[in-house]
């Protein structure tokens, strides 16, 4: 059983920094990627950055591009999402994803399994 599990979300002031987590367990994948999700009160789920485990095709929504780092270490079985910069309205619910395959997506569908999300709040 494939588990995805997320840590590192809080409270931070606008301008500041947080390092999100994403243990994955129960499997190994060949081809595969992990996404990073947000959703925030009353809106969709948007996607924020994603990388193959193999370590390329790291690509960022635009909202975040040069702010976000996504990356993931295959030896601890993490991806990660360092958040510099922070703004007021990077506030959301933070999910992990994996999508089994090389090929790219940016919808939530197009993933198979998902974490159960971390909070992370930023204040003005």
């Known amino acids: 059983q494939v588990q995805l599990v997320e840590s590192g979300g809080g409270l931070v002031q606008a301008g500041g920094s947080l390092r999100l987590s994403c243990a994955v367990s129960?499997?190994?994948?060949?081809?595969?990627?992990v996404g990073w999700f947000r959703q925030a009160p009353g809106k969709e789920r948007e996607f924020v950055a994603r990388i193959s485990w193999s370590g390329g095709g790291t690509i960022y929504a635009d909202s975040v591009k040069g702010r976000f780092t996504i990356s993931r270490d295959n030896a601890k079985n993490t991806a990660y999402l360092q958040m510099d910069s922070l703004k007021p309205e990077d506030t959301a619910v933070y999910y992990c994803?994996?999508?089994?395959?090389?090929?790219?997506?940016?919808?939530?569908?197009?993933?198979?399994?998902w974490g159960q999300g971390t909070q992370v709040t930023v204040s003005s």
């Open positions: 994803a994996v999508r089994e395959g090389a090929l790219i997506a940016y919808s939530p569908t197009r993933y198979d399994y």
């Open positions: 129960g499997r190994t994948f060949s081809r595969a990627a």
